[in-house]
């Protein structure tokens, strides 16, 4: 090797500093720790683990969940039965998930948790801790926190025997849970990143075609978390749909349903503040800016045909006919339309040639489903005007039945306003068991339909 060779090697080496944050070492740890999952193919079952826990923590602290559950309660009687047996269920699904994605640390962090716990711990004594290892440690990422999850739920089992629960002993399990949790930095990491590209990557071609196609960063930024926002609760939407036909207990499936509510709350809010302000000033065409503002209130309307129409008669008390499984069912329905429409709309945008058949399988628009619904109205209006033509020909049994039909089939395609009065007339019909009212109630229930009719006709 000669001198020259020797001088000149520095010039392999940075000359910035090498020192890495704490927060910067950890952060390289949770991406290797990703990436060991993606290789694993395992990254279906972490947005599952993710989406269990973000649904704990959205029943924990959801006041809109408490009111829907206490509706019939005073507070000096309030029963947490429901938050036991529901949290025992979802504990369950969350075990199996960390089992799945369980394996062993990387000894790098290993290393960098024995040294600082040493260091501390012999600092306050001149004891040597030769099994340190064993006192504190767990080997693998998820072990210590499985099995204390297996012991609350049985502590939580148990509890769950007695008459009343009170909120003392909800407030208990709460607060263990949560100590527990927080001392699980994977956890804790999953739990506080909005995005994870390997999780939330977009995989529909056509809109990962227009995300990259946008020059301006600004807005290539802001539309690109829009569409993960939307297919993220496509997500969830289809992972509660699997669990609604394969799961015996659906209440534990309300932690979801209230997820879902914030993630449709997030998105919202996201339209609100950044993306239409983004769009304003990039975009000189305003009527498209003004359609996608329409059906982000429309998807609003479709929120409240959720959260204050289907969900509420879930714990209806008084209704002991209520289908727990259709309703769930129907609202998946009710998201599932508004955000495909949604996405399809700002898609138009950037690329007008497009439709919702090129992004979505079996997909069927607004306005096919419209010209659907009108067809079934115009039926049931033509059988109830027949009904009182036709005195004693038609029984007001048949007229009941084809109601429940559309109810079961088509009411969800209905706007809200049309939707609500709709099934208001619908209970006022089921009070009246046939009696004289019935028809005094159907004649109005005709008028109603005959002017929804009119309206379809004046948007088509």
């Not at 924990?60 to 009111?67: A, D, G, I, Q, V």
């Not at 089992?157 to 709460?174: D, N, P, Y």
């Not at 939307?230 to 349903?257: G, H, Q, T, V, Y």
């Not at 993306?275 to 479709?302: D, G, P």
């Amino acid at each position: 090797m000669t001198n020259n060779n020797i001088e000149n090697v520095t010039e392999y080496f940075t000359e910035e500093s090498t020192e890495v944050s704490p927060e910067e070492k950890w952060n390289y740890i949770f991406q290797d720790w990703i990436n060991r999952v993606d290789q694993k193919k395992l990254m279906l079952n972490l947005f599952e683990l993710k989406l269990w826990l973000e649904s704990i923590e959205s029943f924990f602290s959801s006041s809109y969940l408490e009111h829907l559950v206490f509706k019939y309660s005073t507070s000096e009687l309030r029963n947490y039965d429901f938050y036991f047996y529901t949290f025992t269920q979802v504990i369950s699904r969350v075990v199996n998930h960390l089992k799945d994605l369980d394996f062993k640390k990387d000894k790098y962090f290993l290393n960098f948790e024995e040294f600082i716990a040493e260091s501390i711990l012999e600092g306050y004594s001149t004891k040597s801790f030769p099994f340190i290892r064993e006192l504190y440690s767990s080997e693998s990422w998820f072990y210590g926190l499985r099995i204390f999850l297996q012991n609350l739920k049985t502590l939580v089992s148990e509890l769950a025997k007695s008459e009343v629960i009170t909120q003392k002993a909800f407030m208990s399990i709460k607060k263990l849970y949560h100590k527990e949790l927080i001392s699980n930095p994977i956890i804790i990491s999953l739990l506080q990143k909005n995005f994870i590209p390997r999780m939330d990557k977009i995989y529909q071609p056509d809109i990962s075609e227009i995300i990259s196609s946008i020059p301006e960063k600004d807005v290539k930024k802001h539309l690109g978390i829009f569409f993960i926002f939307a297919f993220r609760i496509m997500k969830i939407n289809n992972f509660i749909e699997l669990d609604i036909n394969r799961s015996r207990n659906l209440n534990m499936l309300i932690p979801l349903i209230i997820t879902l509510k914030n993630h449709l709350e997030n998105l919202f809010a996201f339209y609100e503040n950044l993306l239409l302000k983004c769009l304003e000033q990039n975009f000189k065409e305003k009527q498209k800016i003004k359609q996608i503002t329409e059906v982000f209130e429309e998807l609003k309307s479709e929120f409240k045909k959720i959260y204050d129409g289907e969900l509420p008669n879930y714990f209806d008390i008084s209704n002991e006919k209520v289908n727990k499984r259709q309703i769930l069912r129907n609202i998946l329905i009710i998201a599932d339309v508004a955000v495909k429409e949604l996405i399809e709309t700002v898609a138009k945008l950037f690329k007008p040639e497009i439709s919702g058949n090129n992004i979505f399988e079996n997909y069927i628009s607004r306005k096919q489903q419209a010209l659907v619904v009108k067809k079934k109205l115009t039926k049931l209006h033509t059988k109830i005007s027949d009904y009182f033509q036709q005195k004693g020909n038609i029984n007001p049994s048949d007229i009941l039945f084809d109601i429940n039909l559309f109810i079961e089939t088509d009411l969800n395609y209905l706007l809200y306003k049309d939707w609500n009065e709709f099934l208001y007339f619908y209970n006022h019909l089921i009070k009246t068991n046939f009696s004289r009212d019935f028809d005094v109630n159907l004649k109005a229930f005709h008028s109603f339909i005959t002017n929804v009719l009119k309206e379809i006709v004046n948007k088509g």
